[in-house]
């Protein structure tokens, strides 16, 4: 099993930052694809932002429409840990975030990932 268990979110003013962490830790895998997604009250849950790699290198990223400039997703392959770097955030940004892995993810769909986890709120008052 994988865990993973985030941090870094909290309340922001609109137009600030916030830097999540997602941090790896059990039967982590050597390569594969750790995604960032975030649920809205009465919404679905959606991607933000995905980053594949295979040690040591990183194969790409990819972005949703709403995270593209704004957003920046970055991984530590030595440390397990991926983070994500919100910029000039806006009050549609507030959701609860969560950090998602799996070794054979291909794309931004919630259920080609397998592991999760419990999620940090950010929310962005105006």
């Known amino acids: 099993q994988v865990q993973l268990v985030e941090s870094g979110g909290g309340l922001v003013q609109a137009g600030g930052s916030l830097r999540l962490s997602c941090v790896a830790s059990?039967?982590?895998?050597?390569?594969?694809?750790m995604g960032w997604f975030r649920q809205a009250p009465g919404k679905e849950r959606e991607f933000v932002a995905r980053?594949?790699?295979?040690?040591?290198?990183?194969?790409?990223?990819d972005y949703a429409d709403a995270a593209k400039g704004r957003f920046t997703i970055s991984r530590d392959n030595a440390k397990n840990t991926a983070y994500l770097q919100m910029n000039r955030l806006k009050p549609d940004d507030t959701a609860v975030y969560y950090c998602?892995?799996?070794?054979?993810?291909?794309?931004?769909?919630?259920?080609?990932?397998?592991?999760w986890g419990q999620g940090t709120q950010v929310t962005v008052s105006s």
């Open positions: 998602a892995a799996s070794p054979g993810a291909r794309s931004g769909l919630v259920n080609e990932y397998d592991y």
């Open positions: 059990g039967r982590t895998f050597s390569s594969g694809t």
């Open positions: 980053i594949r790699w295979s040690d040591p290198r990183i194969y790409y990223v």
